[in-house]
């Protein structure tokens, strides 16, 4: 019998979080895993954009500033799909809690914002299992421009630069965040996101999170 | 909503896309080869792209072919981000700047190779979704024995040429001659799905060039060219 009731059929559970980059799911999702632990179960944490050869791939061919809006696409699905296949199936197949630093909503948002179909896009993706549950951080574009340029910097593609939306870097970021928000505020019904004040202090987004996962374990 | 396929339309651009498909061994790069020289005695703009050479990701897809480290599926997708580069990058600028496109394999091989790999034969169709039609393209049909015949006269096939990544059999050879009969019918499926012409690849170089250059007059003569 399986240790929880999930939405995919597999034995482990499948916990996302969304956000755009500032929105805190690094820090909410290292406190998450401390949490389940806690409780004794199984936990793995995989994150957008790491798999072995192509994460390379993707960074080497974004430094050199090679590509366009459907390479961009193609390259973070083939990553997708070697992380789902050698990482994320794996790990669900032996029943462990896998929690997601983004998942393909990224890519509906980033690369619909790029001029992309979303049922092209869809059909990309149309294998991954569906998330027992998606939590989403939001945070207004303001906010995430003062939390980015207080640490990493604007960073050219997580400005949308490569689309050519302004020649201002501050003005592109703004302009590019904004229209990911609102493509994930798109979603947030269709896809039952439980969507969560990204500025409240991490300790009560903490707790939040924390009441709807103890739904989906026996705790 | 259903996803609308350029694939199925004329692109509408002043230039022309000409394709070879078939597995290896069928002499379609032959035939390419000397029809763009033939092409280009005629002072005809004429361009080459090979399937899988964009320099862009085919370094990662060489690698990562040796590692044996991917699956079919994710191997589809990166042979289409090298594919969707090189129509960025060489194709659609060619076809605006009004060239004559030669392309030795396209999207087809995609669909032949990678559901014979056991991907959904829909998926990769949409997947390719955003690739031009081509005015003009020529299967060169050639039996996996024939094939394998003039592939490995001197060497033992590839690992994945064989489809040795699929554990049909543990006998390349045997492998190669099971995987390449599985591209071979996906082909044919193709023929009329989206109009690929059919060539018999065992007809002489000298026959199978005249047939080719018919085909293309043809297709240059609807644009208005005259050779």
């Known amino acids: 019998m399986a240790q929880y009731k999930s939405k995919h059929g597999y034995e482990g559970l499948l916990i996302v979080i969304e956000g755009t980059d500032g929105s805190g799911k690094s820090t909410q999702i290292s406190r998450l895993k401390r949490w389940i632990e806690d409780q004794s179960y199984g936990v793995m944490v995989s994150e957008w954009k790491t798999s072995m050869f192509i994460a390379d791939a993707i960074n080497d061919a974004k430094e050199r500033n090679l590509l366009n809006a459907t390479t961009f696409s193609l390259l973070y699905a083939a990553d997708f799909a070697d992380r789902l296949e050698n990482i994320i199936l794996p790990a669900l197949k032996a029943g462990f809690v896998v929690i997601l630093d983004r998942y393909v909503y990224t890519a509906y948002a980033r690369d619909k914002v790029r001029g992309h179909d979303i049922e092209w896009l869809k059909n990309l993706y149309d294998y991954a299992p569906e998330p027992d549950m998606v939590f989403y951080l939001d945070v207004p574009v303001e906010i995430l421009l003062k939390r980015i340029i207080g640490t990493t910097g604007l960073d050219y593609w997580e400005s949308g630069r490569d689309i050519g939306l302004s020649r201002d870097f501050y003005k592109s970021f703004q302009i590019y965040q904004g229209k990911c928000l609102e493509e994930y505020h798109k979603m947030i019904d269709e896809y039952g996101f439980i969507s969560l004040d990204g500025t409240l202090n991490e300790k009560d987004i903490h707790k939040k999170i924390v009441n709807e996962v103890k739904k989906l374990l026996d705790v | ?227």
């Open chain 2, 1 to 227: 909503m259903k996803y609308k396929s350029r694939l199925n339309e004329p692109h509408n651009l002043p230039g022309t896309l000409v394709c070879v498909e078939g597995i290896d061994g069928s002499g379609k790069s032959t035939q390419l080869v000397i029809l763009r020289d033939w092409l280009k005695s005629l002072k005809q703009d004429v361009i080459f792209t090979e399937w899988n050479s964009s320099d862009l990701i085919s370094q990662t897809t060489k690698l990562a072919k040796k590692k044996n480290l991917l699956s079919p599926r994710t191997f589809s997708l990166l042979h289409a981000v090298d594919f969707a580069d090189r129509l960025e990058q060489i194709i659609i600028p060619a076809l605006k700047a009004g060239f004559i496109v030669l392309a030795d394999r396209y999207v087809y091989t995609a669909f032949s190779r990678d559901v014979a790999r056991g991907v959904d034969r829909d998926w990769v169709r949409k997947v390719y979704g955003f690739a031009v039609k081509p005015d003009l393209t020529l299967y060169f049909r050639v039996s996996e024995e024939v094939s394998l015949e003039r592939i490995c006269s001197n060497r033992s096939p590839k690992f994945y040429e064989a489809g040795m990544d699929l554990k049909i059999s543990n006998d390349p050879y045997e492998s190669y001659k099971i995987f390449q009969k599985r591209v071979n019918d996906e082909y044919k499926k193709m023929i009329d799905e989206y109009g690929l012409i059919e060539v018999d690849a065992n007809e002489s170089i000298h026959k199978k060039q005249l047939y080719f250059r018919e085909k293309v007059k043809e297709v240059l003569a609807q644009k208005g060219i005259t050779l």
